[in-house]
């Protein structure tokens, strides 16, 4: 039997993409003297040249790696929840969906500041969508005196997986019953646990 089933796998690399828009927030984990670092920073990627790009706290212990061509992974996360048996109509194990996109790569460090200013809006301007209620301006004093704690590094991806775990192989219409569960499930638990724990 071949492991990941390739009824979870997603080659389509329209769908990651879409999986990184929708949900920036990346995990990146580089390797120095075999122990893994691992910052969570929004990546977004830029169509022009199929590239990521990131910002990152010059005090982070990450940042001195990610630059060089160093590798790099990098891990997206769509919504997940539980399935339980009782919302199919066959007769089914409990399980868990999910939607993860596993990226290989290479990264650089980008020098110049008016590189790190522009892409900075660029992503500002990327996450304010669709209603842009706020505009980072180039002429901004307050991102001007941070410019020199921040480092802009961008990602060329080397592999790409994805891994769309949504119940493909039952029935068609349990296939439709738990994506509407993975919407009520994701939609519910975001409140119950905020009033748990803020």
């Known amino acids: 039997m071949t492991y990941p089933p390739q009824h979870h796998q997603d080659n389509d690399k329209d769908h990651m993409i879409e999986v990184i828009k929708t949900y920036p927030l990346a995990t990146i984990i580089s390797v120095k003297d075999n122990e893994p670092l691992i910052t969570h920073l929004p990546l977004i990627y830029r169509e022009a040249d199929g590239k990521l790009i990131g910002h990152i706290d010059i005090y982070n212990p990450q940042a001195n790696l990610l630059k060089d061509h160093n590798p790099i992974t990098i891990l997206f996360s769509g919504p997940q929840c539980y399935i339980s048996p009782s919302i199919y109509t066959t007769t089914q194990l409990p399980t868990w969906n999910y939607i993860k996109v596993h990226l290989k790569g290479t990264v650089k460090a980008i020098e110049s500041k008016d ?57 068609p219409k349990d296939i439709r019953q738990a994506r509407a569960e993975l919407v009520r499930a994701n939609q519910e638990s975001i409140k119950q646990f905020l009033d748990k724990v803020f």
């Open 115 to 171: 590189s790190l200013k522009q892409s900075l809006i660029t992503m500002t301007e990327f996450l304010e969508q669709p209603n842009h209620k706020y505009v980072l301006e180039p002429d901004n004093p307050r991102m001007d005196a941070n410019l020199a704690y921040i480092k802009m590094f961008e990602i060329s991806i080397d592999a790409w997986e994805g891994k769309f775990k949504l119940s493909q192989d039952k029935h």
